[in-house]
């Protein structure tokens, strides 16, 4: 078995040697932590149990000699015996000879991704204990001094309160109580003395279990010790270590400190532990009279013969006058020099000339070997070296004192050349990666797992309106002290993973300001690639114009809804007062003419009479288009949809347009084709855009014929179709013609024909609920309108009614004279209208106002009820809901005459039960057939 040295157990990196089989034949210290195992356990393991290849090659074995001699690099994965797995760069050295067998040297090193590795600063302690050491043991040691000098060691050197060494019975490997001391206090040793199992203190227990050294650093919270004797002795933490040599248990070294030890501390307490574990082996070697001793010699030519291998360079400097006595060929080949003699330390610093990593010249008493050699200082350096053939390295240079009798140090070169350049260039990176988030529109902030912020881009600080200082360092709590739903959305998100957003939180600038801004905050979790989180990724956008720019369009919205409804309500004022006296001059031309057929035959009044109506008639028509329009405007179109039977409506809507074709002497026909004979559509808007088209037909056509089409195929579109022979439409106006006002801009209209508005309501109609218009038309020869609505077709149910009541220009005959009862506020319209409906067969009732007729209708119940909307003193939706809620009128017909029927208003009057609506001005011919309908149906 080869014997450990320890210049090789002050070495950073771990070492080991194998022989021919890959069996572990020698570990150092490092090895031995590195591999999370204890003293000499690593001897004798096969080097392909110890560690595993990253790069899919699996025969460890497969290394030949000549392999070897290259110094194959690998990267592996080290298993430890507690589960976790190191990654680790192995590099294999040369072979030598040892005892007729071949042994390699590895050297393993964890690693490094992207840093720099921790520091070595304890690498000579243990070397510099030996000297100490040394000088006080002699060659041939006691076991009272070496125990004696134990404590007085841990005492004296590392502050230990209290100091105690365990020993182990070889026979009954039971551990006694040896030698302990207190500060301040005489030492005791008692080899005899002894505890039971059972008694020994934790810390040994769990030494002597797992042959790991044991750490307790706040020990204060440990309820495995007594705390009594802890308060006692004001103690901080307590350190146990196994002291074996070659797998042979010795004993355990006790040092309870009232502070916590330092890393140095600890790497110099395992190195002293090493030391008094040397030593015990040799009392015991003393005592039991081995016969055996290892050579000294051979074991110097085993150290060199490593050291040789090893693919670190190491650099030895002693004597009185430094010399340079070992470069390892390692350290030469970093160097640029094959062969190197023995030179002093002034050479060897002029030979090998040496930079800052600025650049800058070092001073050759300011170069790591002369610190450490003159000043005894441990020195870590980063340096810069160009090699004779010009090619630059970067070297990590660990320099320490070496413990001779004539004075050493001893330095470490590592080429770090390809680690800086990754640095470099991860600073570069990093650089660019904080100029990426300073130009970002947003503001990013990171919160750790204690919700405290730890970073921030350039707009975070400048959106929030605090300094960068205020900001990284602050917990949540104090950037959010006024924000509770924020802190609770960044605690959420930290704790429970949960994304949060936020708009329009309000912010305050500075503490005590009163400049409020809005910011959109958005909270996501940030997890490691394992999944594992580790805290909040803040990303805050400034939306304070965007949310003024809201608010303003918010109160333009609500204005213009103010102004809606003030415009329906002027709408519905005006539309009344507009429509009621147009109505009663409609009305009164209406009378007079009836009037005039009954009196002597006078062609002059006759020829006035008909001016007097065709007046009225186009200003009602003009009043009524104009108004429709400006309902359009207003809002949007709503529609009101009832199922009714198609040919009985079509009757109804066309019969009196028939009469208006025939007194100009047209030819007047319709037609129906269609399997459906009821639909389900808006039956009032599907009248006005027939009528208008039918209306237009025959006013612009003088002789000839109007043919009305109407078609209702199975996929529920109604189509009508209007012929006319008229004038027809010239092409260069054809794209005009559903303009509003379009007879207004033709020079050559004719001011009896209206002024265009009726082809510009019908398109609206029609694509409002979501339907079509066409039109063809020749100049001479006529024209063409088609109008397609989308509607429901539904199969006939029973019951259908037919209108088999015919009336004329003369009359109607309606069998017994029914009674209709005409609420009318307005004189003008009332004596009229009621004049009209008497001619026609009605017995006619008038009330001026809501209560007049509610008070009539206490007394006598009519066949039904004419009733005007806007009236003083009670309004006709007053009196509408009186009449509906009265049992016994319940059921009385009731048919509104308004010049107020907006969309609105119609969906108010449809709720409270009316039977229908007429708008103002009345069209006579069009009221009878609707009280026609009407008495067949209460019928």
């Known amino acids: 078995m080869i014997a450990r040295n320890p210049i090789l157990d002050a070495l950073s990196d771990a070492i080991i040697v194998i022989d021919q089989n890959e069996r572990i034949v020698l570990a150092n210290r490092i090895a031995e932590e590195t591999s999370g195992r204890p003293q000499g356990s690593l001897t004798g393991m096969l080097l392909s149990d110890l560690l595993s290849r990253s790069d899919e090659r699996q025969d460890h074995r497969s290394l030949q000699s000549s392999e070897r ?45 992207g840093s720099q590795g921790q520091g070595r600063s304890a690498l000579l302690d243990y070397l510099r204990m030996t000297t100490r050491l040394t000088d006080r043991l002699g060659s041939r040691p006691s076991l009272e001094l070496v125990l004696g000098t134990a404590i007085e060691t841990l005492i004296q050197d590392f502050g230990a309160a209290i100091a105690r060494v365990w020993l182990v019975d070889p026979v ?6 040896a030698a302990s001391g207190v500060a301040g206090q005489s030492i005791t040793i008692d080899a005899e003395s002894a505890s039971d199992e059972g008694e020994l203190p934790p810390e040994v227990v769990e030494v002597a279990r797992s042959g790991m050294h044991f750490l307790v650093e706040n020990l204060q919270s440990d309820h495995r010790f007594d705390r009594e004797w802890i308060t006692r002795h004001r103690l901080g933490s307590l350190i146990a270590l196994p002291l074996s040599v070659a797998g042979e248990r010795h004993g355990i070294l006790s040092a309870a400190m009232r502070s916590e030890p330092s890393d140095e501390c600890l790497d110099a307490l395992l190195g002293f532990a090493s030391i008094i574990s040397a030593s015990l082996n040799d009392v015991q070697l003393l005592y039991g009279e081995l016969s055996a001793r290892v050579d000294a010699e051979a074991e110097h030519r085993r150290f060199q013969s490593i050291v040789d291998l090893i693919p670190i360079g190491v650099v030895l400097v002693t004597g009185p006058n430094p010399r340079v006595t070992l470069i390892n060929p390692a350290c030469r080949e970093m160097l640029g020099r094959d062969h190197l003699a023995p030179m002093s330390l002034q050479q060897f610093s002029r030979l090998f000339p040496v930079r800052a990593l600025d650049g800058s010249p070092i001073a050759e008493f300011n170069r790591p070997l002369w610190r450490s050699f003159f000043r005894a200082e441990e020195v870590r350096e980063t340096i810069r070296y160009v090699r004779p053939d010009g090619v630059e390295r970067i070297f990590e240079v660990i320099a ?64 929030l309106g605090r300094s960068r200082s205020q900001i990284i360092g602050a917990t949540a709590a104090e950037l959010f002290a006024d924000s509770p739903d924020l802190l609770s959305a960044v605690r959420r998100c930290v704790a429970d993973l949960e994304p949060h957003v936020q708009i329009n939180a309000p912010w305050t600038e500075a503490t005590g300001g009163d400049s409020i801004r809005y910011l959109e905050w958005r909270f996501e979790p940030l997890l490691t690639s394992n999944r ?222 209206g002024t265009g508005l009726g082809l510009a309501i019908c398109r609206r109609l029609v694509e409002a609920v979501g339907g079509r218009m066409e039109v063809s038309s020749t100049s001479g020869t006529g024209s063409c309108f088609i109008a397609v609505f989308p509607v429901t077709p539904l199969p006939c149910p029973p019951g259908t009614y037919s209108s088999s009541i015919q009336h004329s220009s003369e009359g109607t005959t309606l069998g017994d004279r029914p009674r209709v009862l005409l609420v009318e506020d307005d004189e003008t319209t009332r004596l009229p209208m009621s004049h009209l409906l008497e001619l026609s067969g009605f017995d006619v009732q008038t009330a001026c106002d809501g209560p007049e007729a509610l008070e009539w209708l206490a007394q006598e119940r009519p066949t039904l009820v004419l009733l005007d909307l806007m009236m003083p003193r009670m309004d006709g939706i007053e009196v509408l809901r009186r009449i509906r809620g009265d049992n016994q009128l319940a059921d009385l017909p009731v048919l509104i005459l308004s010049g107020d029927v907006l969309d609105e208003r119609i969906q108010q009057l449809r709720s409270l039960g009316v039977s229908g609506t007429l708008s103002k001005p009345i069209d006579f011919d069009r009221l009878l057939t609707v009280l026609e309908e009407l008495l067949i149906q209460s019928a």
């Open 69 to 113: 001699n290259q110094s194959p690099r690998f990267q592996g994965t080290l298993s430890r015996p507690d589960g976790s797995r190191v990654q680790i760069d192995c590099l294999f050295g040369s072979t030598f000879r040892e005892a007729d067998e071949d042994l390699t040297v590895v050297t393993l090193r964890p690693s490094v991704k």
């Open 172 to 177: 009954s490997q039971q551990y006694r109580l």
């Open 400 to 463: 320490h004192p070496f413990p001779t009798v004539d004075g050493g140090a001893i330095a470490t070169y590592h080429d770090i050349t390809e680690r800086s350049e990754l640095q470099s260039d991860l600073s570069m990176r990093a650089a660019q990666l904080k100029a990426l988030l300073d130009h970002l529109p947003v503001g990013v902030a990171y919160f750790d797992l204690d919700c405290q912020c730890r970073a921030c881009n350039g707009p975070a600080w400048r959106i």
């Open 532 to 753: 594992e989180p580790i805290g909040a990724l803040a990303l805050i956008g400034d939306v304070t114009a965007r949310k003024r720019t809201a608010d303003a369009m918010q109160k333009a919205k609500d204005d213009a809804e103010r102004s809606a409804r003030n415009k329906s309500r002027f709408l519905s004022a005006i539309s009344h007062d507009l429509r009621t006296p147009v109505n009663a001059l409609n009305l009164l031309a209406e009378t007079i003419g009836r009037r005039l057929g009954e009196l002597p035959r006078d062609d002059e009044l006759t020829r006035l009479s008909s001016y007097l109506k065709r007046a009225s008639g186009n200003l009602a028509e003009l009043v009524s288009d104009l108004l429709d329009l400006t309902c359009f405007d207003s809002g949007v179109i709503n529609q009101h949809q009832v199922e009714f039977p198609i040919e009985d409506w079509l009757d109804s809507t066309l019969g009196p347009m028939r009469l208006a074709a025939q007194e100009k002497k047209l030819t007047f026909t319709w037609e129906f084709e269609g399997t459906h004979h009821w639909i389900r559509a808006d039956r009032v808007k599907l009248g006005r855009v027939l009528s208008n088209l039918v209306g237009n037909a025959i006013k612009f056509t003088e002789s000839g014929f109007i043919r009305v089409r109407i078609t209702l195929p199975t996929d529920g579109r109604l189509q009508f179709c209007v012929e006319d022979s008229g004038p027809g439409i010239p092409a260069t106006q054809l794209g005009q013609i559903f303009d509003e006002f379009a007879q207004l801009r033709n020079p050559e209209r004719d001011r009896t024909k």
